[in-house]
């Protein structure tokens, strides 16, 4: 699922091609499941317009045109975007396209078709509509500690909670957790000053990081508890070399916090 990284790197490709150029066509292949509104609604507010600018809020992607109207994209589970010339470069499962009047085409890629594009009034209110917090990115520790005090749940699930913050998904809070040293089943009412500050400090540093390996999480750091993760899907477990904490040599355990497989370092981050 494209999580923050994944798409703050498509926030980014979007900026560097299809900026201020006029939209001279927009198709989808099935309305009804790609679009929040009726396409004809979507068509004439969008036509002869560009795009100016990209805001992302957690997993969301919005997109301002030159009317103050906004698009917003929302990945689903496979949603990716492709922008290109000629025919023969169309991506696979291009479930709707913004045409532009250079002859490129900006093309919204989804094999599972569970991402939606919308049109809205403006930012805020589409993050109203979606009772979005704060961007785990620009959160600060104040902000964090206000929305967790009389929270009597384990920190894991009330992090993926996009109420309170947006863009945490299951293994970016397992790997935060882990970089601040904190037990998934840490009641978050009960986090000291420093532990929230380790928190913030180890949320800002995971998530920079895996944008700036664009979201490849093979490239990140051996320091990373996701090497661990992939025990369970590779066909030879007991080959993988990553399966100890990196700092301790404990072997990481998996376990289910919240109803989500967790994995942690029963030494580094002690309840
Ligand atoms: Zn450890």
Redesign the pocket.
Known sequence: MPELPEVETLRRYLEQTSLHQKINGFTTEDPKRQLALPPEELHEEIMGRQMVSTTRIGKHLLVALDNGKVISLHFGMTGDLHYYRIPEDAPRFERATFYFDSGFKLAFVDSRKFGRIGLWDSEEAYIKAKALGPDALEISADVLQKGLQKRKSPIKPVLLDQKLLAGIGNWLVDEILYQAGIHPETIAGELTSSQLQNLVNAMQEVLKTAIDKEAVYRELPATFLIHAREWDTSPHPEENTHKH?Y????EILKTTVGGRATYF?P???VK
Request: charged share 10%; aromatic share 0%; hydrophobic share 0%.
């Open positions: 904490c700092r301790c040599q404990t370092c030494s580094c981050q």
